[in-house]
């Protein structure tokens, strides 16, 4: 059999595995998302952001519909591969996958595509959610498209190389809570960063998550605080760096092989 | 025609530091049924797990119908079908999903596969299950489950590393005639087991390793041919008063009416009847006191230890 045929139906396989397994579980993967976000909608949305006025020229409500969807879509693609890989290590029927011809970067692509469709899903359910309490149109769906699925790539990979080293179900937890939570809070969901003080908005700026809610602000309203070119620069240069790194883990067998 | 197996002074050390394999060489030809045998800890797993890809060997080479497991991985990988010692399969998906995916793992189109997936799940008597959760099998049904698993690719070699640990006599038995004619319809299959029964009944090569090395690899009929001894258990008809002295046997009173006879290589069973009924010991039935296979793997056992005892 051709190498290509057989990498594409075992991506097929694992593509479909994937997204029947949080299917299975939407009750746990894609069920809260959709509650978090109506409740901030409520609460900073409508309770707290009516008092607050426009920020870069929209209503608050609207200025924090793009953070919310892209921050379910981060810590979505991010959740949905590390804990299927490291179930996957832990109950240990990642060896279906290791005795089989299915070449690395398929393993790879399989796992990171299935986190970017339980970004996708999941983002499009919160869209949904904030369809209910604000009307946004979309500034330019390209942009929208193009960041979502990037940055969906980039989280599911990251996800992938944490399940890799993780050796416990504790080591699965420890990423998402102390970087990437506050990572994408101090990255502008909840405000410009034109309103921080000189120092800290230099500061913001090492902040990855930060270009990647501004652009996809500016994907769904057409306002930004960065420049879009460095924003998918960015983006792109870190999916290559980690994709490139989880290929070499997963050559090497480490976390996998003894 | 290149060797199903071929391994070539096959080292593994973990990093621990426990050398589970010390340089063990090893042919097993295409349409072999070959048993790899060893007490626990001997290295059995340790050697498939190289060859299926799971454990990262530390020297030598590995050969699998011509391909080189260093130069060709993919190609050693697709030939191969693995029932590994431990459950290894997602507790949480249901049955027939892991045996479509494995074929998808091999390249198999999903229509293709799930009409391979109900043929091998019927084989294996699972067919009924294939919609519950892995989780949910017994014991016997998740081993066969993985036998299943690891047939959907139609594999030129099947390894199985105690598949019938836990399993019933009725299932162990449908198991044996399956893998007999899984072997006779052209598959070559190694088979660890600590049932040395098993391994009689089933197997015509045989593999012995201890500590990491092969101390013993002949055709079955070879190997029970230098057994020295044999064991019988005789039930004897009346009580016995005494143990008759008969030059060239040894006989043991095991209780009142059961007699243990070894009958030496050289001796004849027969002969051994005819001394005891010149006695007057008449015996109502005889058995073998264990099987010969078994008798030969504890000598050997018993030598090994007492050569490394005397090593120390
Ligand atoms: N992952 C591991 N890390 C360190 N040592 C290991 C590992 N796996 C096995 N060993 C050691 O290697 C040796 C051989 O183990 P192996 O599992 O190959 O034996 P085995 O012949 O399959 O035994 P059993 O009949 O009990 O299954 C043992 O001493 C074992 O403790
Ligand atoms: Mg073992």
Redesign the interface.
Known sequence: MSRWRLSAHAFRTILTKEILRFSRIWLQTVLPPMVTTALYFVIFGRLIGSRLGEMDGHPYIDFIVPGLILMSVISNSYANVVSSFYNAKFQRHVEELLISPVPNAVILGGYVAGGVVRGLVVGTAVTVVASFFTDFAVHSYAVTVAVFLLTSMLFATAGFVNAVFANSFDDISVIPTFVLTPLTYLGGVFYSVSLLPEVWQRVSFANPVLYMINAFRYGLLGVTDIDLGLAFGLIVAFIVALGGFALWLLDRGIGLKS | MPPALSLHNLRKT??SGVEALKGIDLDVAEGEFCALLGPNGAGKSTAI?IV?????KTGGEVHVFGHDLDRD???V??C?G?V?Q????????PVA??V???A???????REAWVRAEAVLRQLDLWDRRTVMARTLSGGMKRRLMIA?ALV?RPRLLILDEPTAGVDIEIRRAMWDFLRETNRQGTTIILTTHYLEEAERLCRQVAIINHGEIVENASIGALLEKLHTESFVLDLREPLRYVPALPGYELRRLDETTLEVVVPRGRTVSGLFDGLARCGIEVSSLRNKQNRLEQFFIDMVDRGRQAQGGAQ
């Open positions: 973990y990093r797990g299926a890809s799971l454990v990262r991985p993919g190609g990988k697709a191969i693995l590994p431990e459950f290894n399969f997602n507790q949480f998906e999903e892991i479509v995916n494995q998808g793992y091999y390249g198999v189109p999903r698993r690719h």
